[in-house]
T-cell receptor
Framework: SAVISQKPSRDICQRGTSLTIQCQVD?????MFWYRQQPGQSLTLIAT?????????ESGFVIDKFPISRPNLTFSTLTVSNMSPEDSSIYLC???????????FGPGTRLLVL | DQQVKQNSPSLSVQEGRISILNCDYT??????FLWYKKYPAEGPTFLIS?????DKNEDGRFTVFLNKSAKHLSLHIVPSQPGDSAVYFC?????????????FGTGTRLQVTL
């Protein structure tokens, strides 16, 4: 299994600012992902964080708005740029270890944009 | 386009009885399905999964049934316990199992009453 932590756990931000969310896994993992859960909605994949190369974004998500880094096999960051109230969501990091057929999720970062 | 649907937003079951949570999907390319449980302020926790080559998978009190012709899966919890009260998400993936994008339903909130 994998234990995943995220920082910050929650934040309140002003529109127009940016927030970087950190995701740390307790072991090296093959794949890392970033999801968003808007209020009352399901979890939606933002992008796959690729180690050593640019992230792979899903339709509707772009690098300028959600830049992602993955400098090694245990760590990734997601930045929410130029925030607006519509970005108020829970942002979750997940990881696939390659050994078991499941993705493990972090506790999420609850973001409120005013 | 919601490819994975959980049409019951909530379910209340008495302790000791069976809980049945349902999930429908529209994408015939989905070949791997998972159930996650989510408590407030925590990330989703993996419960059980099933491959499309099977129609049933059991793990303790949890059993998942898959009806490919109907594009329907269900999670049975027997017997239900108060600690099972949480939001349950079904998720689906294609091709490479959970090494790729998971598509989630909107969740069903289960309340197990005494």
């Amino acid at each position: 299994s994998a234990v995943i932590s995220q920082k910050p756990s929650r934040d309140i931000c002003q529109r127009g600012t940016s927030l970087t969310i950190q995701c740390q896994v307790d072991s090296q993992v093959t794949m890392m992902f970033w999801y968003r859960q808007q209020p009352g909605q399901s979890l939606t994949l933002i992008a796959t964080a690729n180690q050593g190369s640019e992230a792979t974004y899903e339709s509707g998500f772009v690098i300028d708005k959600f830049p992602i880094s993955r400098p090694n096999l245990t760590f990734s960051t997601l930045t929410v740029s130029n925030m607006s109230p519509e970005d108020s969501s829970i942002y979750l990091c997940s990881a696939w270890t390659g050994l078991q057929e499941t993705q493990y999720f972090g506790p999420g970062t609850r973001l409120l944009v005013l | 386009d919601q490819q994975v649907k959980q049409n019951s937003p909530s379910l209340s079951v008495q302790e000791g009885r069976i809980s049945i949570l349902n999930c429908d999907y529209t994408n015939s390319m989905f070949d791997y399905f998972l159930w996650y449980k989510k408590y407030p302020a925590e990330g989703p926790t993996f419960l059980i999964s099933i491959s499309s080559i099977k129609d049933k998978n059991e793990d303790g009190r949890f059993t998942v049934f898959l009806n490919k012709s109907a594009k329907h899966l269900s999670l049975h919890i027997v017997p239900s316990q108060p600690g099972d009260s949480a939001v349950y998400f079904c998720a689906a993936s294609t091709g490479t199992g959970t090494a790729s994008k998971l598509t989630f339903g909107t969740g069903t909130r289960l309340q197990v009453t005494l």
